[in-house]
């Protein structure tokens, strides 16, 4: 499988319980954000994304806040689920030169 | 749409060896993307096209790798010839615009 066994830092919530999962992107200048989902023996998948006019956006159990004043991004999941379980990345991207960069990633694990 | 395509799944080879990897992107998405994923380094970008033509290879680890984008709907990365640190998965991605779709990436292993 394609877990890769990065050493990663990791995260374990309670099932039911909601998750945070934080990030840090690096360009000051980045206009673009998302949050990607990546489990085992799978590419990342796409979970929600922000634009850098926006604070705060929600999706389906899911809200990413954007705090551009200290460059940070977070992912909230809500009453989390075993299939919840994954790496979470965060990608920053400058639309106009369209450079997907990827942060460190957070594995979050579902404790019964 | 069946999604990024990328073959093979899986590669084993000798070190010393060429290796291609292919990657068919999404009909219709204008930019393509290669990233290798390792234990050590994560998610790396390598290179990436917009509308066939290569942006940013700043990511290339050196010139044992190459890439090239022949038409809108395939790309190559070779390595030649290949060393047991090439050993990863190395994921094609494309886009139009917004979220960059991922294949299922090729695990490759250098031995």
């Known amino acids: 499988g394609e877990s890769v066994g990065l050493h990663l830092p990791t995260l374990s919530v309670q099932e039911g319980d909601n998750s945070i999962i934080n990030c840090a992107y690096s360009?000051?200048?980045?206009?673009?954000f998302i949050w990607y989902k990546q489990e085992s023996g799978k590419g990342p998948q796409f979970i929600i994304d922000i634009r850098s006019n926006m604070d705060k956006r929600q999706g389906q159990r899911v809200t990413v806040l954007l705090n551009k004043t200290v460059k940070h991004l977070s992912l909230q999941i809500a009453a989390t689920q075993p299939g919840d379980s994954a790496v979470y990345f965060c990608?920053?991207?400058?639309?106009?030169?369209?450079?997907?960069?990827f942060g460190q990633g957070t594995r979050l694990t579902i404790n019964p | 749409d069946a999604g990024v395509i990328q073959s093979p799944r899986h590669e084993v080879t000798e070190m010393g060896q060429e290796v291609t990897l292919r990657c068919k992107p999404i009909?219709?998405?204008?930019?393509l993307f290669w990233y290798r994923q390792t234990m050590m380094r994560g998610l790396e970008l390598l290179i990436y096209f917009n509308n066939n033509v290569p942006i940013d290879d700043s990511g290339m680890p050196e010139d044992r790798f190459s890439a090239k984008m022949p038409n809108a709907s395939f790309s190559t990365l070779k390595i030649q010839p290949s060393e047991p640190r090439d050993s990863a998965v190395y994921f094609c991605a494309s886009n139009l615009n917004t979220e960059a779709f991922f294949g299922q990436g090729t695990r490759l292993t250098v031995v």
């Open positions: 990608a920053e991207m400058l639309q106009g030169a369209q450079k997907l960069v």
């Open positions: 360009n000051s200048a980045s206009d673009y």
């Open positions: 009909s219709g998405h204008n930019s």
